[in-house]
């Protein structure tokens, strides 16, 4: 029977993620998933672990009421609110998107700036600014928040021990940044599926998703691999023109909510 192993969120985009046994849904997703972002002050660029490395060390905790909490080691945790109607709006880029959305204010700048080590700004979004979808895939009003492309990302369970197994060493699952581990099916069956059920929930899976140099980082120390692993493997063997692919693009058709160990269904 196939079921849902993990559940991960990520509150801030490419911060630690947050382990899960249940969370509800919206239309962008997990409740709070990626609703937050670092972006450099001088020009509004996003920034992730793809060239900040460090990144990977620092922690962001959901509130209750969709504010922030920050910490990293050696550092001391600041609870961030949610930025109100009143909020300065902050023009940001991410990709090829170009958006206004909600500064969370200077004491907030003040620390990811130190922590980063340049001048940075933390920025959030909320529902009514969120982004459209990758283009070419999905529905026309398909959105997503922070997110690369889409609001979840699944991967297999066997998918990950097959990848593992052609490296020659165990892999972390959060090397991967999955939403949703789905265990009991075989080495990349999610690549054939089109729509699944999870409880009540409906999901189309639009787009598998090509992977990059954040995959070579441990997530556990922030160290990228010396050998480009698993990068290097999964262009071996699991290259398409956009790349190579691993894990699977999701959109939920309702909200919702999910808890591990809840069945999956394989609707087409």
Same mark, same amino acid.
């Given at each position: 029977?196939? @079921?849902?192993?993990? +559940?991960?969120?990520? &509150?801030?985009?490419? $911060?630690?993620?947050?382990?899960?046994?249940?969370?509800?849904?919206?239309?962008?997703?997990?409740?709070?998933? *990626?609703?937050? #972002?670092?972006?450099?002050?001088?020009?509004?660029?996003?920034?992730?672990?793809?060239?900040?490395?460090? #990144?990977?060390?620092?922690?962001?905790?959901?509130?209750? =009421? $969709?504010?922030?909490?920050?910490?990293?080691? $050696?550092?001391?945790?600041?609870?961030?609110?949610? &930025?109100?109607?009143?909020?300065?709006? /902050?023009?940001?880029?991410?990709?090829?998107?170009?958006?206004?959305?909600?500064?969370?204010?200077?004491?907030?700048?003040?620390?990811?700036?130190?922590?980063?080590?340049?001048?940075? /700004?933390?920025?959030?979004?909320?529902?009514?600014?969120?982004?459209?979808?990758?283009?070419?895939?999905?529905? %026309? =009003?398909?959105?997503?928040?922070?997110?690369?492309?889409? &609001?979840?990302? +699944?991967?297999?369970?066997?998918?990950?021990?097959?990848?593992?197994?052609?490296?020659?060493? &165990?892999?972390? #699952?959060? @090397?991967?940044?999955?939403?949703?581990?789905?265990?009991?099916?075989?080495?990349?069956?999610?690549? %054939?599926?089109?729509?699944?059920?999870?409880?009540?929930?409906?999901?189309?899976?639009?787009?598998?998703?090509?992977?990059?140099?954040?995959?070579?980082?441990?997530?556990?120390?922030?160290?990228?691999?010396? =050998? *480009?692993?698993?990068?290097?493997?999964?262009?071996?063997? *699991?290259?398409?023109?956009?790349?190579?692919?691993?894990?699977?693009?999701?959109?939920?058709?309702?909200?919702?909510?999910?808890?591990?160990?809840?069945?999956?269904?394989?609707?087409?």
């Amino acid at each position: 029977m196939l @079921r849902l192993s993990a +559940l991960y969120r990520y &509150p801030l985009k490419s $911060g630690k993620a947050e382990a899960l046994q249940q969370i509800c849904l919206d239309k962008l997703g997990l409740d709070g998933d *990626r609703r937050w #972002m670092l972006v450099d002050e001088a020009n509004g660029r996003f920034l992730t672990q793809r060239t900040v490395g460090k #990144m990977s060390q620092l922690s962001a905790l959901w509130n209750a =009421d $969709g504010g922030l909490t920050l910490s990293a080691p $050696g550092r001391p945790a600041i609870d961030i609110a949610l &930025p109100g109607s009143g909020a300065e709006l /902050r023009g940001v880029t991410i990709f090829k998107d170009s958006l206004r959305v909600p500064d969370a204010g200077d004491e907030a700048g003040a620390w990811v700036s130190e922590f980063i080590g340049k001048p940075t /700004r933390l920025v959030q979004i909320p529902l009514d600014r969120a982004r459209t979808t990758q283009a070419g895939y999905g529905r %026309n =009003d398909d959105q997503v928040a922070f997110a690369d492309g889409f &609001p979840l990302l +699944l991967i297999g369970q066997a998918s990950l021990e097959d990848l593992s197994k052609n490296v020659g060493r &165990p892999l972390e #699952m959060l @090397r991967f940044r999955p939403n949703l581990v789905i265990e009991g099916s075989e080495a990349f069956a999610e690549d %054939n599926w089109k729509r699944i059920r999870i409880g009540d929930v409906e999901f189309r899976v639009v787009k598998p998703c090509s992977r990059c140099i954040l995959t070579t980082i441990d997530p556990q120390t922030g160290e990228r691999s010396s =050998d *480009r692993e698993p990068l290097a493997t999964l262009q071996k063997y *699991r290259s398409q023109a956009d790349g190579a692919m691993f894990g699977q693009n999701l959109v939920n058709d309702s909200n919702g909510q999910l808890e591990v160990g809840m069945p999956v269904t394989i609707l087409e």
